[in-house]
T-cell receptor
């Protein structure tokens, strides 16, 4: 069974704080993704990574950065948290192609920025 | 990039009725179309997918159809049950890296 875990289920931070969200997968997947989920807006891709130290911008990268130093771990960083970054953050992982492209999601981190 | 539109945003049906959710995509090179179900408070999970070389796929009460010419695909749920109540997301993949472009989701409510 694929397991994707996220470091926190709930997080409360202050405006201007640096925030780290961590995601770990145990299935040796090449791809890892960070999404933001807001009501009515669906799943919006922030960043993804297809290999260690590689990253690609998604649709809403502004205000975020990522780090992938090891294959199993993908971190999302909010350099200076703002109230409009209050949201649910979902991590996902998948293999690349070969008919095994299913994305497996983590449980999500609900972030509140005050 | 790819643009996926999903309709309707909300759908209410009586238990036992059928439900249909439709999505359109913009990039004719898209070749893989999964559907995810997200129950309240839970993570999205794949329920069915279809590739561009197939027109229809069924798995018990759910089916997906793909019309490449019109660039649209649909999810069909028959004999709906209250446990089908959830948000459903369609998605499309273009290219080889595995990035998915998601629709905005459909909140399906099945009334007993």
């Amino acid at each position: 069974d694929v397991k994707v875990t996220q470091s926190s289920r709930y997080l409360v931070k202050r405006t201007g704080e640096k925030v780290f969200l961590e995601c770990v997968q145990d299935m040796d997947h090449e791809n890892m993704f960070w999404y933001r989920q807001d009501p009515g807006l669906g799943l919006r891709l922030i960043y993804f990574s297809y290999d260690v130290k590689m990253k690609e911008k998604g649709d809403i990268p502004e205000g975020y950065s990522v780090s992938r130093e090891k294959k199993e771990r993908f971190s999302l960083i909010l350099e200076s948290a703002s109230t409009n970054q209050t949201s649910m953050y979902l991590c996902a992982s998948s293999l690349i192609g070969g008919g095994q492209e299913t994305q497996y999601f983590g449980p999500g981190t609900r972030l509140l920025v005050l | 990039g790819e643009n996926v539109e999903q309709h309707p945003s909300t759908l209410s049906v009586q238990e036992g009725d059928s439900a249909v959710i439709k999505c359109t995509y913009s990039d004719s090179a898209s070749n893989y179309f999964p559907w995810y179900k997200q129950e309240l408070g839970k993570r999205p999970q794949l329920i069915i997918d279809i590739r561009s070389n197939v027109g229809e796929k069924k798995d018990q009460r759910i089916a997906v159809t793909l019309n490449k010419t019109a660039k649209h695909f649909s999810l069909h749920i028959t004999e709906t049950q209250p446990e089908d109540s959830a948000v459903y997301f369609c998605a499309a993949r273009t290219g080889s890296l595995g990035r998915l472009y998601f629709g905005r989701g459909t909140q399906l409510t099945v009334w007993p």
